[in-house]
């Protein structure tokens, strides 16, 4: 311990040397800040039992250190000043500042401000402070430094105005003796102010709270952790109007065990914290923080509806997102989430330079043993093997699920499904698709249907038809006995679930694959030398972590951004051992789902030239308890059985048909909550409907349509079944946002100044300087006279470009009526208009075209011939529309249901007329925007114009049959049904197809 205490005294001895070689003094301020010991003390466990927070004051907390600051006379521009330019006016003297952090355990994103202390010498008028752009918080690759640059901005010295050079003072002979430099200086106090909450972990977080058990508590409290888990919020009542509240500090509900896992402890904080709606609570101190360094407070933003819901970490803040919703500073949007036990995915579209749309996934990978064997690590939907059947028919064995019976994290919840399918041995299918593992999850996540029903029952699936003896649940550990399992006979195979892999994705390939392992290793390195030398030193005797622990939670999150997963492994399990008493909770080393994923969840989005890291954390569904239809459903042949409907999840119909009804199946039949309400639900299903054809030949064709269902009516008009819908369930949850309050984030700082002033070198005679004077007046006189001859010639060519511009105005109007101008916008700046096609030429590198204006002057015919054809369509659209207005206008008035309703049904005809004459490569365009999410580009240049044309069909029609159009507000953007179209959009629609 004297070893390490000598060192780091050394250390601390070094770093003060080098101040003393500084040319000039420089200002220690501060950010991060500290309690006395008396807090530590305040701090046990009897503030458990009362369920207050702690109670803090604040006038107490003290400073430290994590900068130096400086200011470097060579950098002061202008320098020296001249006394001529400072006889004439006030002149502003900017000097840079510059920093070295001496506290590598902080991020410092922006400065919020710098200002300074009103005390100037006689000679400085003003003083003040100019952000250079980093200091703003920008980086981008035009800038002179940044703060890892050691970039703080510019003091900014103003020099009052001295008419009277030799009123000068403290001046002396410059170098060679030819003139006088002057000198101010004098000291300068500032107090900074800067962010540093996210290099604590001391982000902001927004939950959707529902009401749970304990045991319901037990299974998902990671889901509402914060401040790095080092707090958990929960609802413990939520009404119409307001919500109570308690947080649970992080050492109260999860310790470690020391076998990698923690053990689960219930007990409150901070309890019993009612808030109405738009109300906050108090600040909020937590046990593990330095309260001087930060608080939170929480608001309740409004009572709603379950939904599904998406858990982002973007840079230190927790956020959670439904579909369509919006983040990071509503420049992100989500756009889709799919769920399927324990993966996961989402898209989200960012507002950067261009509009980007990025996917995010969680695919836990699982170890399996077949026939005793050693475990290898499988993703969701991986082949495994292949064998031949009692009837003599090749069967293929796939990974098609990863589930959990209870809390996801926890391994002894966890099972998989096999399925094994009819395909042959020369037919390579080394994985199934999204559909086929969609399919599967819809089985397995409706227990009615699968775990006990499914039986020898025949099953449509896809071009297959199964039964429910190719399916089978490996469990990790057997229910019954409580012992590990050792495998399930399958297929004449041995199969055995070992547990969680780890993940081996690498989010960003490197282009520079030896300098980035340089890189990293070094920072490695540096990690483990404070980690050797400094792991029992503090920066203050108060704080809670050590520089060793601080260093290896840096150093496990360094890994986990680089996806480097077994050195995470490693870590966690390290960190676990050394540190097992530790208030800091670490997200990757609680979940198995991070260790194990093998796909991106990472990525970093730059807006306003700022860098922000968004971390997919998971999906979150309601439970049955928190919504749920309960349906009856009766078969074609007369069985009845009752489902409890959850969320976006497919209940697949099986048993209600005979064997041979059931073969003449063209797909699977299901039925789909979409949304639900006190007295009714909206339900997807896809059934058959039985009819016969003019052989006599029984056929069942399988339609998808959407329902609503009142409760209590029966309907037994849905092709060949009756639906009841006999209950619902409808929770409330509180929309909770946790606001963290960086406190006392202000230093001040004291440096030096020193700025010259040079005298003139030559002094003039008398006579001399006023022969001077006489030739400048007479330039003077000169100038004015040019100055006013060229102010008439400009009067009269303003006038010229006026009457010029209004004319060119009317020409326009004239030549661009009839929809031309909309036509002439689209053509050229529309979506692969002419703009973006000459300005993709010129930056291939190709120069068929020497600049873009070159492109466009080159293909001006067919560019007024394209302006033309839209214009013409534009005009025709027109003209319908004025038909239809005048046919349903009665009295005055537009009847805009029927007149909607005829233009939809006019826009799917004209488009539909259309698809067969267009040429292929307009095909293709279409084809591609349309179904951009389920066809790849290959995929659609293989395909048959007929093929094409018949998917486009289907696909406007089902838009237009999905979303409805807008009933009421006519022409404008405001839909009273949401998603319905307006008429603007249904003509986007038909020019889009038919141009």
């Known amino acids: 311990m004297k070893k390490i205490n000598q060192s780091f005294k050394i250390l601390i001895f070094f770093l003060f040397g080098i101040l003393l070689f500084v040319p000039l003094i420089s200002a220690v301020y501060t950010e991060s800040l500290t309690y006395s010991s008396k807090y530590n003390r305040a701090i046990g466990q009897g503030v458990f039992s009362t369920g207050e927070s702690l109670r803090i004051d604040e006038s107490m907390c003290q400073q430290g250190t994590d900068f130096i600051i400086q200011i470097n006379p060579l950098e002061c521009i202008p320098s020296p000043v001249r006394s001529d330019l400072l006889e004439e006016e006030n002149v502003n003297v900017f000097c840079k500042l510059t920093a070295i952090k001496i506290n590598p355990f902080i991020e410092v994103t922006d400065v919020d401000g710098i200002r300074f202390d009103r005390e100037y010498p006689r000679e400085v008028l003003n003083i003040g402070y100019q952000p250079a752009q980093a200091a703003l918080g920008y980086t981008g690759d035009n800038l002179d430094g940044s703060l890892i640059n050691n970039n703080f901005g510019y003091v900014v010295i103003t020099l009052r105005r001295q008419p009277n050079e030799s009123a000068l003072t403290n001046c002396e002979k410059a170098a060679f003796g030819l003139s006088e430099v002057c000198w101010v200086e004098g000291n300068i106090t500032a107090t900074l102010r800067y962010d540093v909450r996210n290099s604590f972990g001391l982000g902001n977080a927004e939950f959707y709270l529902p009401v749970m058990n304990d045991k319901e508590w037990e299974d998902n409290y990671l889901y509402y952790g914060f401040w790095d888990g080092r707090g958990y919020l929960r609802a413990e009542s939520v009404t119409e109007d307001s919500a109570i509240l308690s947080i649970y500090s992080a050492s109260s509900v999860a310790r470690p065990s020391g076998k990698g896992g923690f053990d689960y402890r219930l007990a409150r904080y901070a309890s019993n914290i009612k808030l109405g709606i738009g109300d906050s609570s108090r600040k909020v101190f937590l046990p593990g923080i330095n309260p001087c360094l930060g608080n939170l407070q929480l608001t309740l933003h409004g009572i709603e509806r379950p939904d599904t819901a998406v858990m982002f970490k973007v840079n230190g803040d927790y956020v959670e997102v439904r579909k369509d919703g919006k983040f990071l500073d509503e420049r992100c949007t989500v756009i889709d989430i799919f769920k399927t036990g324990l993966s996961s995915q989402v898209k989200i579209r960012c507002k950067e330079k261009k509009q980007k749309v990025y996917t995010l996934s969680l695919s836990p990978q699982v170890n399996l043993s077949l026939d005793g064997g050693n475990p290898k690590e499988y993703s969701i939907g991986d082949f495994l093997y292949g064998y031949t059947d009692s009837k003599g028919q090749y069967q ?192 990757i080393c609680d979940s198995n789902i991070l260790l194990s994923n093998n796909k991106a969840s990472i990525v970093e989005v730059t807006i306003n030239d700022i860098t922000n890291r968004i971390s997919f954390l998971g999906v979150k569904e309601p439970s049955l308890e928190e919504y749920n239809a309960e349906v009856v459903v009766k078969g074609p042949n007369g069985r009845t059985e009752r489902y409890n409907l959850r969320k976006n999840k497919q209940i697949p119909l099986i048993g209600f048909r005979t064997e041979e009804d059931t073969q003449k199946l063209d797909s699977g039949e299901y039925i789909l909550l979409e949304s639900l309400d006190t007295g009714s639900a909206q339900i997807t299903f896809a059934v058959g409907k ?287 049904s949401e998603g319905a179209f307006t008429v603007n959009e249904l003509k986007e629609i038909e020019l889009y197809a038919t141009y």
Request: hydrophobic share 35%; aromatic share 8%; charged share 30%.
């Open 396 to 587: 293929k064995v796939y990974l098609g699920y990863i589930g959990s019976d209870g809390n996801e994290e926890d391994l002894n919840d966890l099972y998989v499904i096999l399925v094994s399918l009819p395909i042959s041995e020369n037919i390579k299918k080394n994985s199934l698709d999204e559909e086929e593992l969609y399919f599967i999850a819809s089985y397995a996540e409706a227990k009615d249907g699968f775990l006990s029903n499914l039986g020898v029952n025949t099953v449509r699936f896809f071009k297959w038809a199964i039964t429910g003896e190719s399916f089978k649940v490996v469990p990790y550990k057997n229910k019954k006995t409580g012992a590990i399992s050792e495998g399930i006979e399958f297929a004449d195979k041995k199969v055995a679930l070992r547990g969680f892999a780890v993940g081996n994705y690498l989010d960003v390939v490197q282009s520079d694959e030896e300098l980035y392992q340089s890189y990293y290793d070094s920072a490695i390195e540096d990690f483990e030398k404070v980690i050797d030398s400094y792991s029992n030193e503090r920066e203050y005797e108060s704080d809670i972590q050590d520089f060793g622990e601080r260093a290896l939670i840096e150093e496990i999150y360094l890994a986990e951004s680089v996806k480097e997963m077994r050195t995470v492994l490693e870590l966690c399990k390290k960190f676990n051992e050394e540190y097992p008493n530790s208030q800091a909770r670490i997200g």
């Open 690 to 976: 039985t009819t016969t054809n003019n052989k006599g030949d029984k056929e069942i064709t399988v339609s998808t349509k959407s329902e609503k269902l009142n409760l209590n009516v029966q309907r037994p008009d849905i092709g060949d079944y009756s639906f009841t819908l006999v209950d619902t369930t409808l929770a409330s949850v509180a929309k909770v946002s946790i606001d963290s309050n960086i406190e006392r984030a202000i230093s001040n700082s004291s440096f030096k100044f020193k700025i010259g002033i040079e005298k003139r070198a030559i002094k003039l005679a008398p006579d001399k300087t006023k022969e001077k004077l006489r030739e400048l007046e007479k330039r003077i006189d000169d100038l004015t006279k040019i100055s006013s001859t060229l102010d008439s010639i400009n009067r009269g060519m303003k006038f010229a470009c006026g009457a010029t511009g209004a004319g060119l105005v009317v020409k326009n109007l004239i030549a661009n009526r009839n929809g031309k101008a909309i036509a002439r916008e689209k053509v050229m700046a529309g979506t692969g208009g002419w703009n973006e096609k000459c300005q993709e030429d010129y930056n291939s590198g190709l120069y068929k075209y020497k600049s873009v204006e070159d492109c466009l002057l080159d293909n001006a015919e067919e560019i007024e011939k394209e302006v033309e054809d839209m214009a013409n369509i534009i005009s025709q659209q027109n003209n319908k529309i004025r038909e239809l207005e005048a046919t349903y206008t009665k009295d005055g008035k537009l009847n805009e249901k029927l007149f909607m309703v005829s233009y939809s049904n006019h826009v799917y005809s004209s488009v539909d007329s259309s698809l067969s004459k267009m040429d292929r490569n307009s095909l293709i365009s279409l084809t591609e925007s349309l179904h951009k999410d389920s066809l790849s580009p290959d995929e659609i240049m293989e395909m048959s114009e007929e093929k094409m044309i018949e998917l486009n069909r289907q696909k406007i029609q089902s838009i237009l049959n999905n979303r409805g159009t807008s009933e009421s507000k006519y022409g404008t953007d405001y839909l009273v």
